[in-house]
């Protein structure tokens, strides 16, 4: 760990730590990839004199966002189909698409992604999609944290394996590259239960308990899938998957729309997270999943943008909005999924999704993961409740930093990870692609 020390200061620290403090005039200190100390700015001050020093302003200091599933090389589709039943989008515009992905086309598209992502305050991200060793390599030149697995099918070829032994071969050439990595960590990601068979999925599950990665799925996206799955194997989508091994504490699950009291006791048992995706499953008209009674019998949630093609964006921020929202328009109580629980769900229950508990608050000991945003602007003023106005007010433009294990990646305008003009014009060019 580097010797040298660096004191960032501004109105307002939100920590996240159990107690939930917010420290008035707060500064904290980062020492290599780590966080020494959280406090107020005039002790922190005297105590680390020969710091150097980053004076924020009129802004908050709080934890990176941690967007718990999403496909980010799906920027390339952004907007390419929109106003379609989840089927229809996937099967008459998605997947035709996604079969003419190349490596060079994925890591254009994630690079794309964890540039918005870090312009809007995310500092970590939980992906799956195909290629996924070019969202390796991305994720790695610019410094975001993530977890990140190929997503796959029962329909070999794919764009990435040509069958079920070269997926094996991915899977174990990932974890030999990615082993011990500061901030990338490989999962295992079968698509669906209604994409692949029994067979697969026990392999699947066995592969990530083989490599040590995590295992994860969409799953109860929709009252379709249930209906299907009720008539394919003769159980709902949460038993299905508990009858084949597959629920383990190390299993995260996607979206987790259509599950009832039952499903969620499995869940629960088995200590497997879910991942929420509000505005995506909006979109989609998927539905709305049950998080307050997940949470309520301790089934971690935590929140996800989804891919940029059925969002469309990747701000968590705006995502926390939206969360708080629905759910109280879906129960008719205004109480409903509060503000508070937001936050925790895109900041603590992020770092319980991605198996690192060193992340999702700002304490002493925990990385230096974390934004600033500013509080000038007309919308973020005045501040009688300083997470109302992150939650409510945000949009993802006021952030004005973002550091991840200690290195800034995004600063006042400027990203210092990437030359993003050229991954605009990038971007632009490719864009021909999806009219192909």
């Known amino acids: 760990m580097s010797d040298s020390q660096t004191l960032y200061a501004a109105d307002y620290l939100i920590t996240q730590n159990d107690a939930r403090d917010i420290i008035e005039q707060a500064a904290l200190v980062v020492q290599g990839n780590r966080i020494v100390s959280v406090g107020h700015r005039d002790l922190l001050e005297v105590m680390f004199p020969d710091a150097a020093q980053v004076q924020l302003g009129k802004a908050v200091i709080?934890?990176?966002?941690?967007?718990?599933?999403?496909?980010?090389?799906?920027?390339?589709?952004?907007?390419?189909?929109?106003?379609?039943?989840?089927?229809?989008?996937?099967?008459q515009d998605i997947f035709p698409q996604e079969?003419?992905?190349?490596?060079?086309?994925?890591?254009?598209?994630?690079?794309?992604?964890?540039?918005?992502?870090?312009?809007?305050?995310?500092?970590?991200?939980?992906?799956?999609?195909?290629?996924e060793r070019s969202v390796f390599r991305a994720a790695d030149e610019m410094g975001l944290r993530g977890v990140l697995g190929e997503n796959i099918t029962q329909y070999f070829p794919t764009v990435s394996c040509r069958d079920e032994e070269a997926y094996a071969e991915l899977v174990r050439s990932l974890a030999d590259e990615w082993r011990n990595h500061p901030r990338l960590r490989q999962a295992v990601l079968p698509h669906a239960p209604y994409t692949t068979n029994p067979a697969l999925l026990r392999r699947c599950r066995e592969l990530?308990?083989?490599?040590?990665?995590?295992?994860?799925?969409?799953?109860?996206?929709?009252?379709?899938?249930?209906?299907?799955?009720?008539?394919?194997?003769?159980?709902?989508?949460?038993?299905?998957?508990?009858?084949l091994g597959l629920l383990q504490a190390d299993s995260v699950f996607f979206h987790c729309v259509e599950v009832d009291a039952h499903d969620i006791t499995i869940l629960a048992e088995h200590r497997c997270c879910a991942v929420h995706n509000p505005a995506s499953n909006m979109k989609l008209a998927s539905g709305v999943a049950p998080v307050e009674a997940m949470l309520r019998n301790r089934v971690p949630v935590a929140l996800g943008t989804?891919?940029?093609?059925?969002?469309?964006?990747?701000?968590?921020?705006?995502?926390?909005?939206?969360?708080?929202?629905?759910?109280?328009?879906?129960?008719?109580?205004?109480?409903?999924?509060?503000?508070?629980?937001?936050?925790?769900?895109?900041?603590?229950?992020?770092?319980?999704?991605?198996?690192?508990?060193?992340?999702?608050?700002l304490e002493p000991g925990m990385k230096a993961d974390f934004i600033a945003l500013s509080l000038e602007e007309p919308h973020m003023q005045p501040v009688h409740n300083i997470v109302s106005n992150v939650?409510?007010?945000?949009?993802?433009?006021?952030?004005?930093?973002?550091?991840?294990?200690?290195?800034?990646?995004?600063r006042e305008g400027r990203f210092l990870c990437c030359d993003y003009e050229a991954l605009c014009a990038e971007m632009r060019q490719a864009q021909a692609w999806a009219r192909r």
């Open 208 to 243: 990530a308990t083989e490599t040590g990665a995590l295992f994860g799925m969409h799953l109860a996206e929709t009252k379709s899938e249930t209906a299907a799955c009720l008539k394919e194997h003769g159980l709902r989508p949460v038993p299905y998957c508990e009858s």
């Open 391 to 410: 939650v409510y007010a945000a949009t993802g433009m006021e952030n004005k930093l973002t550091v991840v294990d200690g290195r800034e990646l995004y």
């Open 306 to 361: 989804d891919g940029p093609a059925s969002n469309n964006a990747q701000n968590m921020l705006r995502e926390m909005y939206v969360a708080a929202l629905l759910h109280k328009v879906d129960a008719l109580n205004p109480t409903a999924c509060p503000a508070q629980l937001v936050l925790d769900m895109a900041t603590r229950h992020g770092s319980e999704v991605l198996h690192d508990p060193l992340i999702g608050t």
């Open 99 to 131: 079969a003419k992905l190349s490596p060079e086309l994925v890591e254009l598209g994630a690079r794309f992604s964890m540039a918005e992502m870090l312009r809007t305050g995310t500092t970590a991200f939980f992906d799956m999609y195909m290629h």
């Open 62 to 91: 709080m934890p990176g966002l941690i967007n718990a599933h999403t496909h980010v090389s799906m920027s390339l589709l952004r907007g390419y189909s929109d106003d379609k039943t989840l089927m229809d989008w996937l099967q």
